[in-house]
């Protein structure tokens, strides 16, 4: 039995557009469920019949979708009879897929077992079946020129044409796909059935016309020697009177009873097969056996779209094999049949056509001219807008000036025309976002989320989708510069810079035109507010971020912003569980889709973080892409880290691992130069103007903060790498750390503290902190070169009793002098401060030193009754950072001696 | 090739629950406003004590602070205590009814049956690896400042008690420090223990023995209900507990159920005896139970409607077998619209109606059920009421009667709650009408949407297509839809001018009234002597308690 066809799987590939046509649309399915697999889709359109879509979006508050004409686009289609073709077609710039078929966007229509459909594919390798898309660009250019459908999802259509020149081919063999803009199917089947006699001819549908006329006309024109009709039993609609007709004139006609595999599947899917002699012949596709799809073509009928195959005999047998078909014939009468009228179609007395929204101006364009005595008001979900000003009144045009703030997401609007009492209301459209979808015409497949980098306001499952565009944005790497030069890094093979990008090679870039490739460009234009044009995507994250520290108290929500928000409730929220097997299903679900949302966001984030660090660590691709961009993406990635292991989404492990090389290269460590330090003072001055802008400084410091609270969970290496570059940061001088720096980096992440803990503390903490290990070293190391330390324990006399105490031996070097010992115990005040007993013993010399606070005594002495020397004023060594950390985080000792 | 295929089904069919997506609105918004830290499956205020004594515990030890090493410190322990519970045989674990909730006992109670010598503390009792704790409790006990729940990313890798639970921890201790279990087994859970070590154990360690006088922790707990965590939760606690006692002073001598707590805090009546008529002290609070209750009749209606649809549905199409026309169903809807039915079931002055009724006119009826105080007693005895028609919903087998019922819960609710002068007038309480808004049907948006048909003249088979569109079939498939990464959850689908039904289980109730949890949380806490028997002694603490509005126990929060 041949392989049924996944639908939504077949969304999925490296392919940038998307063109659905459909009758009727579940949005809500849409973008829970299918909109998910188009991963590399930036621009979607989705086409419609218009008065399905009214229907769908009759409710005042819409449908439960978000991100309708932001994120993609949906147009009804406008044509005198139903828009009823069904197709998917998926386009990229060497490659493209189409399904032809019956289902409708739903879940029946993509996932139930009754629809056909027939998939085609074009690749650099096949053009075999490009006849078929030539076919559907046909049909949708029809669609535009007729005027069936508005300009700004005929925009989008074209861009689909524009950046898939493959489609430009001429193709060869048989038209697969045919349409009915200007021959009705039935005309086309004759054709392609020729004038061979048809031995038998099978029909199946779920809508009959009323008459059976299609039936008839079909049974007419191909005078098949055997008819079989399959109907499913209470579902086809049909009149039995007028089919026993039909059949009563063949002669030799038999209807029989078909259901799908599952019981209770509704069989939607139309097909008609034709055996001829030594072939057959099948359309399948949207058509019903009704007069206005099957025997008219536009404008007379419907609009459809189907598959015209011939083969040889045993060719479609597959699709009568996967149905169980009744053994005898079907008692019309008494098989539940029954004709069901489609709902007429009925204008209504105004209605939107379109409505463009650009920043606070919503530009509406009625299909009437409203009556003189009417006024217009803008209703959004179902109320009035609360002071939307109509600024035109011009014709069928209206322009309102709204704040667009409160438009934010997807919501649909409605016209209502008032003249005294009386008013006509328009029926629900949603308004092209028209910035959002220019954005999603430059290549991003979800516009608004870069808004929220600030703030990471994100649903779990919105992360990944971030990422995916910031990839977009940024010139991460020099991956990243190649495919601006479009040129597929991976094409060379690995000695030619593969997959990690580590070899590519700079000398075959152009490098005068990428500096104007606006993926380039928008890094100088990120910085200007001068622009009269749309922000850049840049400029959108930046100014987010800036925004992020500004930001000031909102003010309280109107009638319509809490409808908005009631339309954000998620309802996969369940109910609370009342039993302990509830509660255990419940656990179990929930960690399930936890797991698989955390899974793909920590890879995602992994990725993204990984390139970014890749570049910020290439010399090559910062001297080619110079400060601009390397100081901007690292503004970007410093707040993102943050916020991402702020809020759960990324493990500290990780994150601060790409903090620390992150940091590493903007600021610098004791051993290594900071990016920043590197630039002459120009730039230098410029790239600190936007970091402090930005808040970069805030953020890394609020980074830092956040490691250090979590610090005890981290790994011994990343601890000592994060206390490393906390004592690099704390002296850094374009880092500057003061201490309303520290201030403002602990109100950043003050909102997400846990209760009693003190980042301050947690700050000195890990850049005290020191192993034995270190302490040793450090202690060796100002008693001389050459010298090693260790720890003992003995007994000695102390305060005149016996007494155990730790301390240190020094070996290695011959000399413990007096200098020797004041050094050593100066590191090792400076270490332990909080010691009470220091001793050193130098077994070579047989000198010991000690430094006891309890006492009050510092001496140096020669053990056998030698030398005694008292140490006075021995005071603690110190660093640069320690006296940076003693400025910005004074101890209590310090303030009280301060004080 | 290119060849036409057929297409595959890709969602899996699953039972799901909550098909109109309405639980969580009084489960998620409104009662954790009016009882916070006391839920459905967190009834007894020992297990604070409990869980914060086995964390402390564990925090004492010298173990890896992993959730691992938390989880096999703590199931052996936990699951000594379910078993122990099974086998306490103070008076107090049986005078107040029998003692439900226990964590594990659907395990521990069977295993218990076997009347074992020994028993073993690996004993797989739940399936959880922190058991009740991780289940349940660990949030509700963390609100009310007993625990931090662990923060790695803070330095914090496991939960712990705070300062304030380590005091309630020490107290549970001391209860249970000179028993045999404590001494020599608890340390060591690879040992069996004896069922007389358990039962020693458990006759001081037991849920019912917070009740006693002189349970160490009870005053400790009093003071973390009445007082810990958030200010303005534990205010609302302290009313809540408040008024339960209040509830319970009123029906002393009659048994109380979750079914009469719902018509007391509604009707303040229960119809057969009993009345509550809350003091001044408690009624703002009583007021609130109140709004919850309607919010209650009124997701119940819309639930039942779609319970009616979907027994409806799969009748008509011999379970599910083919679809429906949708017109089909709107017949059945205008036939089940008849006055004669619902007065059948009722055996209460109806009104007369037709589909064709007007809905003002149906309200005009009902007004005078209705009137302009929500602090008023609603008449029960002898009228058509919420509960009554409820009840036409419990009934089986399935009528067509309950197509009215429902419709009429939802009129009286219009009659009771729609005057904008109400809302107006009680706005500081209207947030719990208002929750739910327009993807969870809020009350308040459907009593606007009421008025507004009512003023253009709906007829009631206008209203009851409008519900059924709106508050039945297009919720279902909102929710449905966003169900559906975790499978198929639907009963029915609208395609195209069809409804397709699918053969599941349809099932239709209100959400659980927090009777059960509120009603142990004021016996184990010693407030009352009982509330679900006749008798409802108050102790002294509980009259105390309703007196003044609150205890003077401070041993926890007053140690910060």
């Not at chain 1, 044409?161 to 489609?167: F, H, K, L």
């Not at chain 1, 098949?224 to 009177?241: D, F, I, W, Y």
């Not at chain 2, 006055?339 to 309200?363: K, M, N, W």
Request: charged share 25%; aromatic share 8%; glycine share 8%.
């Amino acid at each position: 039995m041949m392989e049924r066809i996944r639908v939504p799987d077949e969304l999925r590939g490296d392919l940038q557009h998307a063109v659905i046509c459909t009758f009727g649309a579940n949005l809500e399915f849409f973008e829970r469920d299918i909109w998910r697999h188009m991963t590399s889709v930036n621009n979607c359109v989705v086409l419609a019949d218009d008065r399905q879509l009214a229907e769908a979006w009759g409710n005042p508050e819409g449908v439960d979708a978000r991100h309708v004409n932001i994120s993609y686009v949906v147009a009804p289609i406008r044509n005198p009879w139903a828009a009823h073709a069904k197709l998917i077609l998926l386009t990229g710039p060497t490659r493209g897929r189409l399904l032809v078929g019956s289902g409708n966007l739903s879940m029946e229509g993509y996932a139930s077992q009754g629809e056909l459909f027939c998939k085609y594919e074009v690749s650099p390798e096949d053009v075999s079946a490009l006849g078929a898309f030539h076919a559907v660009k046909e049909f949708l250019e029809g669609l535009i020129s007729r005027g069936y459908i508005d300009q700004i999802a005929a925009r989008h259509v074209e861009q689909a044409w524009a950046d898939s020149p493959w489609i430009y081919s001429a193709a060869d063999g048989p038209r697969q796909v045919r349409h009915n803009l200007d021959m009705p199917f039935i005309e086309q089947l004759a054709e392609e059935v020729g004038d061979g006699p048809v031995h038998e001819l099978i029909v199946s549908a779920p809508f009959f016309d009323e008459a059976a006329g299609a039936l008839r006309q079909l049974v007419d024109r191909l005078n098949p020697a055997r008819l079989l009709v399959l109907v499913q039993p209470n579902e086809t609609s049909v009149a039995p009177h007028a089919l026993a007709e039909v059949l009563k004139d063949h002669g030799a006609a038999h209807v029989r009873s078909v259901e799908a595999e599952r019981q209770g599947t509704y069989l939607h899917a139309k097909f008609i097969l034709a055996h001829l002699e030594g072939r057959s012949v099948c359309l399948a596709g949207s058509p019903n056996l009704s007069t206005v799809a099957l025997s008219r073509s536009d404008p007379a009928g419907n609009l459809e779209l189907a598959n015209l195959h011939s083969g040889d005999p045993s060719s479609f047998s597959h699709i009568l094999d996967a149905l169980e078909i009744g053994e005898g014939d079907v008692d019309i009468g008494q098989a539940g049949l029954k004709f069901e009228p489609s709902p007429p179609r009925i204008a209504p007395p105004a209605s939107v056509l379109l409505a463009v929204l650009v920043g606070d101006i919503l530009t509406v364009e009625m299909s009437a001219q409203p009556p003189a005595d009417a006024t217009p008001v803008l209703l959004v979900a179902g109320s009035e807008f609360p002071d939307a000003e109509l600024l035109e009144m011009d014709g069928v045009g209206l322009r309102f000036r709204l704040d667009a703030a409160m438009l934010r997401g997807a919501v649909p609007i409605a016209i209502q025309l008032r003249a005294g009492d009386d008013f006509v209301e328009t029926p629900n459209v949603y308004p092209y976002h028209e910035e959002s979808l220019r954005r999603l015409l430059a290549g991003k497949r979800n516009p608004e989320i870069l808004r929220r980098t600030s703030d990471l306001d994100l649903q779990d499952d919105e992360i990944e989708q971030l990422l995916e565009e910031l990839d977009q944005v940024l010139l991460a790497n020099v991956e990243s510069v190649w495919r601006v030069a479009g040129k597929d890094p991976r094409s060379g093979g690995p000695e030619e810079g593969g997959e990690t990008g580590a070899n590519l090679r700079w000398d075959e870039l152009d490098w005068e035109n990428l500096r104007r490739h606006p993926r380039l460009a928008q890094y100088a234009s990120a910085r200007t507010s001068e622009s009269y044009l749309d922000p850049t995507d840049l400029q959108v994250i930046l100014t987010s971020i800036a925004q992020h520290f500004r930001r000031e108290e909102t003010p309280s929500p109107g009638k319509t912003h809490v409808l908005l928000d009631d339309l954000e409730e998620d309802l996969t929220a369940g109910t609370e569980p009342q039993t302990e097997e509830e509660r255990e299903e419940q656990e179990k679900a929930d960690e399930r889709r936890r797991l698989s949302i955390e899974t793909r966001n920590r890879m995602a984030l992994r990725r993204f973080a990984t390139r970014c660090i890749q570049g910020l660590s290439d010399e090559a691709f910062l001297d080619r892409v110079g400060p601009a961009v390397a100081v901007t993406n690292a503004i970007i990635l410093n707040h993102l880290l943050a916020l991402l292991v702020r809020r759960g989404w990324l493990d500290l492990e990780s994150a601060v691992a790409f903090q620390i090389d992150l940091w590493r290269f903007l600021w610098g460590t004791e051993s290594h130069e900071g990016y920043l330090a590197s630039l002459d003072q120009e730039e230098r001055d410029i790239e600190l103007a936007q970091i402090r802008e930005h808040a970069a400084d805030v953020m890394t410091v609020a980074g830092l903060l956040w490691a250090a609270i979590g610090s005890e969970e981290l790994s011994i290496e990343s601890r000592r790498g994060l206390r490393d570059t906390t004592r690099a940061l704390l002296v850094i001088p374009e880092l500057a750390l003061t201490s309303s720096l520290l201030d403002a980096a602990v109100a950043e992440i003050e909102p997400e503290l846990p209760p009693h803990v003190e980042p301050r503390d947690a700050l000195r903490a890990l850049a005290e902190e020191t192993s034995e290990y270190e302490r040793l070293g450090a202690l060796a190391e100002a008693a001389g070169a050459g010298a090693s330390a260790h720890l003992e324990h003995a007994v000695v006399m102390r305060g005149g009793r016996q007494e155990g105490v730790e301390f240190v031996a020094l070996d290695g070097t011959s000399d413990f002098g007096q200098d020797v010992a004041r050094r050593v115990f100066e590191e090792w005040l400076m270490i332990e401060p909080n010691r009470i007993y220091y001793r050193i013993d130098h077994p070579t010399s047989r000198s010991v030193a000690v430094f006891d606070r309890a006492l009050n005594e510092c001496w140096w002495a020669q053990k056998g009754g030698g030398d005694v020397a008292d140490l006075s004023a021995v005071t603690p060594a110190t660093r640069p950072w320690r006296e940076v950390l003693d400025t910005v985080l004074p101890t209590e000792r310090q303030q009280a001696r301060s004080a | 090739v290119n060849t036409v295929q057929w297409t595959e089904a890709l969602y899996r069919p699953s039972g799901g629950q909550d098909h109109l997506g309405l639980g969580s609105v009084s489960s998620d918004r409104i009662l954790p406003l009016l009882a916070p830290g006391i839920n459905v499956l967190t009834p007894h205020p020992r297990y604070w004590s409990f869980y914060t004594f086995l964390l402390d515990e564990f925090w004492s030890r010298d173990l890896p602070r992993t959730r691992k090493a938390l989880s096999d410190f703590y199931l052996p322990r936990e699951c000594i205590f379910s078993i122990g519970a099974q086998l306490c045989d103070r008076p107090e674990h049986s005078s107040s009814g029998a003692y439900g909730q226990v964590i594990g006992s659907q395990k521990t109670a069977p295993l218990v049956a076997h009347d074992l010598a020994e028993y073993d503390p690996h004993f797989a009792y739940i399936g959880n690896d922190l058991g009740g704790y991780g289940y349940y409790y660990a949030a509700a006990i963390a609100s009310m400042g007993l625990i931090s729940p662990a923060i790695p990313a803070a330095g914090l890798p496991v939960d712990a008690p705070t300062p304030e639970g380590k005091i309630v921890a020490q107290a549970f201790r001391d209860a249970i420090s000179d028993t045999t279990y404590y001494r020599e087994y608890f340390n060591d859970d690879t040992r069996l223990v004896p069922v007389e070590v358990v039962r020693d154990y458990i006759r001081l360690a037991c849920l019912c023995q917070l009740r006693i006088d002189q349970a160490p922790d009870r005053s400790l707990l009093h003071d973390v209900y009445l007082h810990g965590g958030d200010l303005d939760a534990a205010e609302a606690r302290r009313e809540t507990l408040r008024m339960m006692v209040d509830l319970a002073v009123q029906t002393d001598g009659h048994p109380l159920t979750e079914d009469r707590f719902r018509r007391l805090v509604y009707f303040r009546a229960d119809g057969e005896g009993a009345v509550f008529q809350p003091s001044p002290a408690t009624v703002a609070t009583a007021r609130r139970w109140r709004l919850l209750q309607a919010r209650e009749y009124f997701s119940y209606a819309a639930l039942r409607l779609w319970r009616h649809v979907c027994l409806w549905g799969s009748g008509e199409t011999d379970g599910g077998r083919f679809g429906v026309p949708m017109g089909v169903l709107w017949s059945h809807v205008d036939a089940c619209l008849d006055s004669s039915s619902l007065a059948d079931v009722l055996h209460v002055d109806t009104p007369r109606f037709t589909g064709d009724t007007r809905i003002s006119e149906l309200l005009q009826w009902l007004d005078h059920l209705a009137t302009d105080d929500l602090d008023d007693p609603w008449q029960i005895d002898g009228v058509i009421n919420e509960h009554a028609l409820y009840r036409v919903g419990t009934a089986a087998p399935e009528r067509d009667a309950v197509v009215p019922a429902m419709l009429f819960i939802l009129l009286l609710l219009s009659a009771r709650l729609g005057s904008p002068a109400l809302a107006a007038r009680f706005e500081k309480d209207w947030d719990l009408v208002r929750f739910g808004g327009v993807r969870r049907l809020g009350l308040d948006r459907f009593l606007r949407h009421v008025r507004r048909r009512s003023m253009a003249g709906a007829t009631l088979r206008d209203m009851a297509r409008w519900i059924m569109q709106d508050y039945v079939l297009r919720q279902h498939d909102r929710v449905g839809a966003s169900k559906l990464r975790d499978g198929d959850t639907f009963r029915f689908r609208q395609v195209g001018d069809r409804l397709r039904f699918m053969r599941f289980d349809a099932p239709a109730g209100m959400n659980d009234s927090r009777f059960n949890a509120l009603g142990w949380s004021v016996v184990d806490l010693g407030l009352v002597e009982s509330i679900f028997g006749e008798s409802h002694g108050l102790t002294p603490v509980g009259r105390a308690l309703l007196e003044a509005g609150d205890l003077d126990e401070r041993g926890v929060t007053g140690a910060r």
